[in-house]
């Protein structure tokens, strides 16, 4: 396993619809490695986590995308869940926070609906991912290349499919944050 030892590992997420495994599993993935997993999302308090369309449990948020500073932290990971980053993509803080991994180059791992907030950051233009099948032709139009594969790597972009997926995307994820 990888060391992420005295790394910072945002976790952006929005107020409720993040879909808890792929918020959970790359936590004590991060956590397990290491490193420090960081809540950020776009207020504080609390946010609701599901389990597909059932609620599931809370996190106490630890920053906000209006004052978070993405240069403190080493990595970001996206979580799905389809109302997660469909929110994202309307706060313009969160969609600078996303983008500012890119233009820093640093990694970046997303999964299953997670992408339309890379859409939305206008990142994915020539890179290679994977995402919920219902994305494709969104990331397409974005000028990304779809592969419906486990887990994609690009360069400092880590994108898998879904929650069976998470040990391959955990995996890449931890190589990626410890480079």
């Given at each position: 396993m990888p060391d992420l030892t005295g790394k910072k590992i945002a976790f952006a997420v929005a107020n409720e619809g993040i879909e808890q495994v792929e918020l959970t599993s790359p936590w004590e993935a991060v956590k397990d490695a290491g490193g420090e997993p960081v809540l950020v999302s776009v207020e504080a308090g609390k946010v609701q986590a599901f389990e597909h369309l059932d609620k599931g449990d809370t996190f106490d948020v630890d920053a906000t995308f209006d004052g978070a500073d993405p240069d403190v932290y080493d990595g970001l990971v996206l979580p799905g869940g389809v109302a997660n980053p469909?929110?994202?993509?309307?706060?313009?803080?969160?969609?600078?926070?996303?983008?500012?991994?890119?233009?820093?180059?640093?990694?970046?791992?997303?999964?299953?609906?997670?992408?339309?907030?890379?859409?939305?950051?206008?990142?994915?233009?020539?890179?290679?991912?994977?995402?919920?099948?219902?994305?494709?032709?969104?990331?397409?139009?974005?000028?990304?290349?779809?592969?419906?594969?486990?887990?994609?790597?690009?360069?400092?972009?880590v994108t898998s499919r879904k929650p069976d997926d998470l040990p391959a995307f955990n995996e890449a994820a931890l190589a990626a944050f410890a480079d």
């Open positions: 469909d929110a994202l993509r309307l706060d313009e803080d969160a969609v600078a926070f996303i983008k500012a991994f890119f233009d820093s180059d640093k990694p970046v791992a997303a999964i299953c609906h997670a992408p339309w907030s890379l859409v939305e950051a206008d990142v994915v233009r020539g890179r290679t991912l994977t995402s919920w099948p219902s994305l494709q032709t969104d990331l397409r139009n974005a000028g990304a290349t779809w592969k419906d594969e486990e887990v994609v790597v690009d360069g400092n972009l």
